[in-house]
């Protein structure tokens, strides 16, 4: 759709200088190839993105975002597809070892929920 000229400003990849195409106007469509050309350059700076996730409430948290799940036809794992308004449809595919964990701790947290409520 278009370049994006990416420059390391160091060798550790810790600063990018990149230029965006001129447009005066851009679609839906344009902005999210360029989120995603951000992310890629993200992907590869340092230092990288956690690996464990940020304490609770320290970002504003989705609520009630869309998913769908589906077994994957060659691991036998999840697909699992959650929606960001913003950010658009990511996939993951979850081994079936953590669909098993996972289903664990869903459990856990309803248990947990329904004698929170009694």
């Known amino acids: 759709m278009f370049t994006v000229h990416v420059r390391w400003v160091d060798a550790d990849k810790t600063r990018a200088s990149f230029t ?15 989120i995603q050309m951000l992310s890629e350059i993200r992907a590869e700076m340092s230092p990288s993105v956690p690996v464990e996730p940020p304490p609770p409430y320290a970002l504003e948290p989705l ?5 769908a799940t589906e077994l994957h036809p060659f691991s036998g794992g999840t697909m699992l597809e959650l ?10 595919v979850l081994p ?10 869903l459990a856990a947290q309803e248990s947990q929920w329904r004698a929170h409520r009694r």
Not at 63 to 67: E, L, M, N, V
Request: aromatic share 12%; no cysteine; proline share 8%.
């Open 20 to 34: 965006l195409p001129g447009r005066l106007e851009w679609s839906a469509e344009h902005v999210s190839a360029l």
């Open 96 to 105: 079936s070892r953590e669909r098993a964990r996972m289903s664990a701790l």
């Open 63 to 67: 609520h009630d975002p869309r998913y």
């Open 83 to 92: 929606r960001h308004p913003a950010l658009g449809w990511f996939e993951f």
